[in-house]
């Protein structure tokens, strides 16, 4: 089965742009989380979807920040503008809310940096 | 609110040694507990979980027992090998509405040959 698949993998962009991170979670699975990771501060949940609709957002640093989820298959996060410190590791992840112990299986990554 | 607390790292060991990573969590409720390793330029996977208290959690050599008394759920590998050069995450998820998880620090542990 595929796992959760994020894109892209790897993203190199000038600040002042934007970025666009997608993500498509585990067919079936009905929660959506983005997650990001550095060294500073480890990992940190940004936001979450149910059933496509955001239900904690107050991990998202700034207005800078959106996410959407326009279906069960498919998410974005958004970065406008874009800030060197906001180079991180951006994780996507999915669940079947309330199954398997709530456990949740992560994408690889996108690997973001802003110079 | 949830919080999980790990031993910090890094861990350094020689191949074949014992490895204990801590963890410790504070949680309203009954959570579930998991292990998840990061490799090297990777993501997240899942290592094992447990989802009441007393069960064992196990996978690739490594286990975990929920311990509800002392609030913990410490990883251990009686042997462990250069490929187990990782970072590892304790985490918890308190289930009902809150489905999101909580991570500890992660520990750092690598394995010299």
Redesign the interface.
């Known amino acids: 089965d595929a796992g959760v698949i994020q894109s892209p993998r790897h993203e190199v962009t000038e600040m002042g742009q934007e970025v666009t991170l997608r993500c498509k979670p585990i067919s079936g699975h009905n929660s959506l989380f983005w997650y990001r990771q550095t060294m500073m501060r480890g990992l940190e949940l940004l936001i979450y979807f149910n059933n496509n609709v955001p239900i904690d957002d107050s991990g998202m640093p700034e207005d800078r920040f959106s996410a959407k989820m326009p279906n069960a298959s498919f998410s974005t996060l958004k970065i406008q503008p874009s800030e060197p410190r906001d180079s991180a590791v951006y994780f996507c992840a999915s669940s079947l809310a309330g199954a398997n112990g709530n456990t949740i299986y992560f994408g690889e990554g996108s690997w973001l940096t802003v110079v | 609110g949830d919080s999980v607390t790990q031993m910090e790292g890094p861990v350094t060991l020689s191949e074949e040694a014992f490895l204990t990573i801590n963890c410790t969590y504070t949680a309203t409720g009954y959570p ?1 507990l ?1 292990w ?1 390793v990061q490799y090297p330029g ?5 290592l094992l ?3 009441k208290a007393d069960d064992k959690g196990s996978n690739k050599g490594f286990e975990a027992t929920y311990r509800k008394e002392t609030t913990s759920f410490h990883l251990e590998k009686g042997s462990v090998q250069v490929s187990d050069s990782a970072v590892y ?1 304790c985490a918890l ?1 308190s ?1 009902g509405s809150n ?3 909580t ?1 500890g ?2 520990t750092l542990l690598t394995v010299n040959p």
């Open positions: 579930s998991f998840y990777e993501g997240l996977q899942l979980k447990a989802t995450f998820s289930g489905y999101k998880l991570f620090k992660g």
